[in-house]
Nanobody, 120 residues
Framework: VQLQASGGGLVQPGGSLRLSCAASGRIWSVNIMGWYRQAPGKQRELVADINREGFGACADAVKGRFTITRDNVKNTMYLQMNSLKPDDTAVYYC???????????????WGQGTEVTVSS
């Protein structure tokens, strides 16, 4: 199983980016998916997560600016980031709880990070 994050880059303050996280490999079902971020010198923090039914929640720091969605057919999660601020600069990581076979337990997977830099 692999989680592939993409979509990071350099953007000016006030700009937008869309991150994607695709799960691939031997997957039976994907439960909760989430985005975390880690800024230099800081601890990793939860940005947003979303359940299989599509109910998502965002951290207070990004509420109203970021939107989390997912496509269960593609096993892919998205993070639309608008009105970006320099404080949003970080490496963004995705994770997912998933089953690799019917009846198996949930296993937690992390993707590699994608770097977001907000700077003029």
């Amino acid at each position: 199983v692999q989680l592939q994050a993409s979509g990071g880059g350099l953007v000016q303050p006030g700009g937008s980016l869309r991150l994607s996280c695709a799960a691939s490999g031997r997957i039976w079902s994907v439960n909760i998916m989430g985005w975390y971020r880690q800024a230099p010198g800081k601890q990793r923090e939860l940005v947003a997560d979303i359940n299989r039914e599509g109910f998502g929640a965002c951290a207070d720091a990004v509420k109203g600016r970021f939107t989390i969605t997912r496509d269960n057919v593609k096993n892919t999660m998205y993070l639309q980031m608008n009105s970006l601020k320099p404080d949003d600069t970080a490496v963004y990581y995705c994770n997912a709880d998933l089953r690799t076979a019917i009846g198996s337990g949930l296993t937690h997977y992390w993707g590699q990070g994608t770097e977001v830099t907000v700077s003029s």
